[in-house]
């Protein structure tokens, strides 16, 4: 890269990494570096956001994760984690019909009731 390319990309950069060439260089090539790895450390944090979310919603109907989506995979249902997690924050209906489905089809989300009851204080006063 030449020195106008440079200072181009460190536009907004601290101290001497902005306008002093060596610095700005480093500084530069190492910013890339980053965003060349987060690039792809997004996909991955987008996809266990989405995850976590499914979960959420499906623990509150008393299925877990895994069995949730075994229970949809068995029924060939094709809906990807990102329009799953987005069902079940803004379309709780259709979301608890995916989940009686998902139930109907794998017998391992009939075990599960209700959500656990966790012990705290005033269980053991």
């Known amino acids: 890269m030449n020195k106008k390319e440079v200072f181009k990309l460190a536009k907004g950069f601290r101290g001497r990494a902005k306008n002093c060439i060596r610095i700005a260089r480093e500084r530069v090539e190492k910013a890339l570096q980053y965003s060349y790895r987060d690039r792809?450390?997004?996909?991955?944090?987008?996809?266990s956001l989405w995850i976590e979310r499914i979960n959420a919603g499906t623990r509150v109907h008393g299925v877990n994760y895994g069995n949730f989506m075994h229970g949809l995979v068995k029924e060939n249902i094709q809906l990807n984690r990102k329009v799953l997690s987005e069902l079940s924050m803004h379309e709780p209906y259709s979301f608890k019909a995916l989940v009686d489905v998902s139930r109907t089809a794998f017998p391992g989300n009939k075990n599960m009731t209700s959500a656990p009851k966790k012990e705290g204080l005033s269980m053991l006063v």
């Open 40 to 47: 792809r450390n997004k996909k991955r944090d987008m996809r």
